[in-house]
Every structure is written in structure tokens, then in C-alpha cells.
């Protein structure tokens, strides 16, 4: 959890963020988050909702506001999102005012997308994670690619951050003073990625977060949700944030192996709807090392070493050797796909 957002929460921010959504505080059922505050309840009309809380530090009205504009854009084109509902005063976007002058919380609510998330459920893992589900995912995030090619601001203020602008991105801001080599290496690995074209045709709004954690499985259906980290960046970016995801989730030893059985298919549903140039895969390799440096920040961030078990700490001291050594994130030819 964002450090500023737990110093300043507290239950009356959280009963107040419920009520503004006419839900009874007692009804509220805190859920696993990484970022923000995020709870589920069920509406007095039956509607199932997920109501999250951030802080004006990490994400203004305004550009929530963007977020909520884009997928709503994108629900208005058939694509299976979680999409955003209004309060009780009608406002998309509720604010809370916060004690310290200038600050406030942020508050949305989004239907709760039906189904479940698969690694909370490993027999309905097992018997769908499969080709054919591989394929649909493919289709899904072409068609969130075709459509955010269409997608104009209808306001300045709502613009979304450029990949490079996320905050852990910039690696020197968190990764301790005396590992100079972990910053040269992301530095480098952040300067062949602007060296990289940005068209239309291959850059623009993406969800930047679309991993297995966030989409539900329901009756063979999809429903895509949490698009609290959507950015401007290469619409390749959002397959890598995939793969990455998708290894992190297989033995080491079977990382590759799972990777390829997956993207194979993936590719396949994807290119039924859109194109995607083996040259562009040619450059995943570097955006899965850039994953791996902002989860590397992200550590630094939101952990305290000295709290975590043995375990922990040496999946993360294997993060930094890997980020130090240049180890490729997987090795595998992208370019063969």
C-alpha cells in the first residue's frame, strides 16, 4: 500500500467513501490491494460493486477522471470492462476532504466484474487456462488496442501519464544510494526504449496492469478491470506486462516453456483483429526488463526490508543481481512468435 495513503486513512474516510456510493459502512468487505484501499459490496438495487479510495499524492479527481473517461470509452464499443458508477450525487469521481490543507481523498466505484480472479481458484485454473482461453485474451487486448487508437481527451486536465512519467520508473528515487549499477542498467534499458517509434499506429492510451489479476473468468467470458495504472506507451508494452506475468506465475526452470505455450495462441486471437510486426515483439525483451526494474522500485517503495522473511528477501536480492548482470527476463526469440 501507497505509504502516504495508509499514514492519512482512516475509518472515517472509509465510511464516509461509502456512503457517498449509499452503501451502509458495515456492508463493505476490504480486498487484497497493492496501491489503494479497494472494498466490495452490493448496492440496494443488487448491483455487486467495488469501491477503491486513493489519495489526491498518487492520483488527482482530474486524472481519475481520465481513467474513468477511457473506459467508459472503451465499455461503449462492447469491450468487456468493469465500467465506473455514479454516486449518489451523480459524480463519477467523489472527493474527501483530507486534514492537511490542499490534499483529499479520491473515491470510485466500479460494477465488480463477474466471476473469479484464477489463482484464487486452482481447479477452474487448471481446467480453463488453456489455448482457446489464450486466444480470447488475444482478441481482448486487440480490440482495447483498436479502440484507444480512436480515443481523444475531452479535456486537457484528464490526460493520463506517459510511461516514463510513472513514478517508479525514475529507479533513482528508490533503489539505495549504493546500487549505482541497478540505476546505469535501467537507465540504459529506459534509453533503447525511447529510442523506439511512437505513431498511432503503435503508441497510445493502454491499461499498462492487465495480468491475471485483473480480469475475472465467468460462463467462458472475460471481464477486464482495474485500469488505475492505464498510460500512454507502446501497445506491445501491454503484451510484455502479460508475459511478464504469465512467467512470474511458472516454476523457474519452466518460465520459457510456459511463456511459449501461451503466447503462441495469444498472438494468434490477437492477430485475427489487429497486426502485430514480429519487429515490435523484437523489443519485448527490453520492456520486461524495464518490468522488472519498477518492480524492483516498487519494493523499495512500498516494503521495509526489515520486516520481511528470508524468503522475500532473497527473491528480491535475486531481482537486483538478475537487473545488475543484464540476465534477460526470459530467453526466449520474441521475434519467432
Known sequence: ???????????????????????????????????????????????????????????????????VEFVRYLAAAGIPVSQPILSESGQFVERIADSDPGHYFVVTAFERAEGIVFDDAPPLKERYWKPELFRDLGRIFARLHNRAQTYKLSNPRFKRQEWYEYDVVDIDRFAPPEEQLVRERTARIIERLNQLPRTPDDYGLIHADLH??????????????????????????DIAVLVFYVARAAPRGQREEAVAAFLAPFLEGYRELRPCDRVWLEAVPDMLALQRSMNYALFHQYRDPGLLDEDTLDRWSRFRRDIEAETPVLQLDFARF
Open 1 to 67: 500500500m501507497h505509504p502516504e495513503l495508509v499514514r492519512r486513512f482512516h475509518e472515517r474516510i472509509r465510511d464516509e467513501a461509502a456512503r457517498r456510493y449509499g452503501l451502509p459502512p458495515s456492508d463493505l468487505t476490504e480486498l487484497n490491494a497493492f496501491e489503494n484501499f479497494v472494498y466490495e459490496a452490493e448496492s440496494e438495487d443488487g448491483v455487486a460493486l467495488v469501491v477503491r479510495v486513493s489519495h489526491s499524492t498518487r492520483r488527482t479527481a482530474d486524472y481519475t477522471l481520465g481513467e
Open 212 to 237: 491475471p489479476h485483473n480480469f475475472c473468468f465467468a460462463d467462458g467470458r472475460i471481464t477486464v478491470f482495474d485500469f488505475d495504472n492505464c498510460e500512454y506507451a507502446w501497445f506491445v508494452k
